[in-house]
């Protein structure tokens, strides 16, 4: 056999071998395939993936106030003033605010609420406390979860800074008081009950200090 058949047959191996693997990495196609179709995106879905442009919508407040209202104009005040404020994360943050105010009052342990408490709430809540204490009153209770959470109404002072939310909370928990033998005076270990609120936290936007504190009650 002569060297150019060699050649010939060697190459066209190579051309064989190169094919299969082309095959194997990128698939075949056999028949009439659909084509591709286009990704759709809803209003919802364009509305949501909207940056602040021109002075365009921005979607971190119009999910939680309507454009143009008063608590809107507030919320955009608050974030001028301080970019990295996002409301959405702000509500979070106030979810567990809410988890651990209510759980260190109904445990008593006040201590630990202090950065977060205005004062004259400090002060009610630890009125509560020793009226309960003076009485042998005791308080078991397991937090079970947050059912709701609205923001309700948000105001900015643009000669203070000072920004102030106010958000509906609809808690679940389970609650039990007892006097000093142990008997029960009020709840019931195995009945979950829905707590409603209205809290309002305030904060001087731009400050070092970045904690709310929860300066006013109400159901």
Not at 64 to 86: I, W
């Amino acid at each position: 056999m002569s060297s150019a058949v060699i050649q010939l047959l060697v190459l066209a191996g190579i051309a064989i071998f190169l094919i299969l693997r082309l095959r194997d990495v990128l698939g075949s196609r056999d028949g009439f395939e659909k084509p591709v179709a286009p990704v759709v995106q809803t209003r919802d879905d364009l509305r949501r993936g909207l940056e602040v442009i021109d002075g365009g919508p921005d979607a971190d407040i119009t999910d939680h106030a309507p454009e143009g209202s008063a608590t809107a104009k507030a919320l955009a005040a608050m974030k001028s003033e301080e970019p990295s404020f996002n409301v959405t994360e702000f509500l979070r943050g106030a979810r567990g605010a809410y988890e651990m105010i209510v759980m260190g009052f109904e445990k008593g342990a006040m201590d630990d609420l202090v950065p977060f408490l205005a004062r004259d709430v400090y002060d009610t809540f630890q009125s509560v406390l020793e009226e309960r204490e003076a009485r042998g009153l005791s308080v078991q209770a397991q937090f079970v979860g947050i059912r709701e959470l609205s923001l309700i109404s948000a105001s900015f002072d643009h000669d203070t800074r000072e920004a102030e939310v106010t958000i509906r909370f609809v808690g679940e928990l389970t609650s039990v008081m007892r006097d000093a033998e142990g008997n029960v005076v009020e709840g019931d270990a195995n009945e979950i009950r829905r707590q409603k609120d209205i809290w309002t936290f305030a904060r001087k936007m731009g400050a070092q200090n970045p904690n709310w504190q929860l300066v006013a009650t109400g159901e």
